[in-house]
Structures are given as structure tokens and as C-alpha cells.
């Protein structure tokens, strides 16, 4: 089976959406995907606030990363923040997941990040495992805050 990346155009938006739907339920989290292809068409292809690619096993679409410029003050060069990665279920154990991350770690090295960064849910040893075969670390000492909804209101409005 010949596997290949792309990056994602703005003709693979409905599958983006499918595959963050496909993902939200791996994680449980259904009930938290609000994006539309009309979100994630003006975010990623009109604003450019985001970047995914697309990895397929022959002309079957098998998972995605997305990802986004950050900035390291104590590097003082930027960085890439990896949002998601999934492979499809029936994919796994293939490969599949790490070439996407090879992939992404070849972009941060041409473009001269300082690193690549990403979270994981507490649960998923699966993923916390591949990541340490990888070579990744966790950030021991971090604890990740979050402003949305009615708080990013009220503070913004202060």
C-alpha cells in the first residue's frame, strides 16, 4: 500500500470536518465540535490561521494533522503547535501516524522552528506511549489553561 501526505486544500474541507468529527469521537468529545466547513474554510484557507495535511493509503483518505505557528520567547524563534493528529482506527499500527509526524517534524526543521508542541488527553496511553517511543517528552511541571465561551467574554470586556 503506497502512503502519501498532502497539504490540504480548500476542496478537502468537508473531509477535514469528518476526520475532526472522527477524532472528537475517538476522544469522547463530540459534544464539543462546533466547527462547520464555513468556519474551517475561512479559518484555514481565507485568515491562514491553520494548516493541515492529509495522509492516504492509495486513494483512501487514513488521517490528518493540523497545525500552527507558535513563538518561543525563551528560543526567540517560532515553533509549530500540532492541535490534532488521528489516523483512522482501521489505519493504526501501519505507520501511518508517525510518517504525518515525520512529516510535520520536516516542516519545523525547513522552516526553522525551535520545536514542535502538543497536548494529550491524560487517558490515551496509546498515544502518550507512540509519543515516547517517538522521543517526545511531556512537559512535567505545565499545567494548560483554557479562556472560551462566556469567560473570554467577560474578560475581553473589561
Request: charged residues 25%.
Amino acid at each position: 500500500m503506497t502512503f502519501r501526505i498532502e497539504q490540504a486544500t480548500e476542496r478537502d474541507v468537508p473531509l477535514i470536518l469528518k476526520l475532526i468529527k472522527d477524532l472528537a469521537e475517538y476522544e469522547k468529545l463530540t459534544h464539543a465540535v462546533v466547527a462547520t466547513e464555513a468556519t474551517l474554510r475561512e479559518s484555514l484557507f481565507e485568515r491562514r490561521a491553520a494548516e493541515a495535511i492529509i495522509g492516504y493509503a492509495g486513494d483512501e483518505p487514513v488521517g490528518f494533522a493540523l497545525f500552527f505557528q507558535t513563538f518561543s520567547t525563551f528560543l526567540g524563534v517560532p515553533g509549530m503547535y500540532l492541535e490534532d493528529l488521528f489516523v483512522e482506527p482501521k489505519w493504526r499500527r501501519h505507520g501511518f501516524g508517525r510518517a504525518l509526524l515525520a512529516h510535520l517534524a520536516n516542516i519545523a526543521v525547513e522552516r526553522g522552528y525551535g520545536r514542535v508542541e502538543w497536548s494529550v488527553l491524560d487517558w490515551n496511553e496509546p498515544s502518550i506511549g507512540f509519543y515516547k517511543a517517538l522521543g517526545a517528552r511531556p512537559m512535567d511541571g505545565w499545567t494548560v489553561f483554557r479562556l472560551a465561551g462566556d469567560s473570554l467574554d467577560r474578560l475581553a470586556a473589561t
